[in-house]
């Protein structure tokens, strides 16, 4: 059943805004995305008028309308093998392999680093989706690579802010198809959904879209493709792998933008290598590197022997 609402705000000093408010309030049953959800369906009133996730309540307003149906958000601990680069108790740094999804999602309920991380017994940040605890950023399932995750509601907090203001720094390997000319380069291109494939992502004209921002140097050439380190200035969905195909040389391995690869070893050629960041808690700056998998070195190595 659906819950219904029925609020006359009371003891708020300051204007807050809607989705907030309400997920402070409904915070055992619903994540801000879920309320957020229910807004933009239009089932929630503020003095009368439908409301929007922006929308700012203060002291007297009335917010009435229905939220969806409660959801179970308990998530199963599974023994699923990861390796921890560091741990301490604000934080952790993975080395996430190819293959594991980050957090549960549609098509993958279970099976994921979320789940492997309950399974160990760590305890979790809760900000975000109830089904992504401690998650403040993702890498593709197809990808390989360092990822933070938080512990505490504070070091969350702390690192997303790092995101958003861009201070924290993310480096990619990438082998890529063809001969790239330049030493080094910046590919600017806004992103959106593909409007044809919304599974996809694609590069939309200037003006609309999302601004995406990749730079890139040639580590390494071989006769039919380049080694690159790349670092990403936005943390757009698929941004590497789109921005790489707009360039001309997609990522080897990657059968959606780029097609099938001509190497032996079929994965998608793509690593998040390293991290730096400051430690939410004692301000140290923090680096840390997340080895090559072997699958990747051999693709790099068979690239140097056509």
């Not at 992103?191 to 390494?220: F, I």
């Not at 400051?278 to 590197?289: M, W």
Request: charge should be positive; glycine fraction near 8%.
């Amino acid at each position: 059943m659906s819950v219904k609402i029925e609020l006359n705000v009371k003891n708020l000093i300051l204007p807050k805004r809607i989705d907030a408010y309400l997920a402070d309030i409904f915070s055992k049953d619903y994540s801000r995305q879920e309320i957020k959800r229910c807004l933009e369906k239009e089932s929630i009133f503020l003095n009368g008028k439908k409301a929007k996730p922006r929308d700012l309540v203060k002291e007297g307003d009335k917010i009435e309308g229905s939220l969806g149906e409660v959801k179970s958000h308990t998530l199963s601990g599974e023994k699923i093998p990861i390796s921890v680069l560091y741990e301490d108790d604000s934080l952790l740094v993975v080395d996430k392999p190819v293959g594991l999804v980050v957090h549960p999602g549609a098509g993958n309920p279970t099976g994921t680093l979320v789940n492997a991380l309950v399974g160990r017994g760590t305890i979790l940040s809760s900000l975000g989706d109830a089904g992504r605890p401690g998650i403040v950023h993702r890498i593709d399932k197809e990808t390989s690579g360092v990822l933070l995750v938080a512990k505490t509601n504070t070091a969350h907090r702390k690192l997303q802010a790092q995101f958003a203001a861009r201070s924290l720094s993310k480096t990619y390997l990438a082998l890529v198809k063809g001969r790239i000319e330049y030493e080094e380069g910046r590919v600017e291109a806004p992103m959106g959904r593909d409007p044809k494939v919304r599974q996809k992502m694609s590069v939309y004209r200037v003006g609309s879209g999302r601004e995406a921002l990749t730079q890139y140097k040639v580590l390494k050439r071989f006769r039919g493709a380049t080694l690159l380190e790349l670092k990403l200035i936005t943390g757009r969905t698929h941004q590497i792998r789109v921005h790489m195909n707009h360039l001309g040389h997609p990522v080897l391995g990657d059968t959606v933008y780029g097609g099938p690869s001509d190497l032996e070893r079929p994965r998608l050629a793509l690593h998040a290598w390293k991290i730096e960041f400051v430690h939410p808690k004692t301000g140290k700056l923090l680096k840390f590197e997340a080895p090559i998998p072997k699958a990747m070195k051999d693709m790099i190595q068979e690239a140097e022997e056509k």
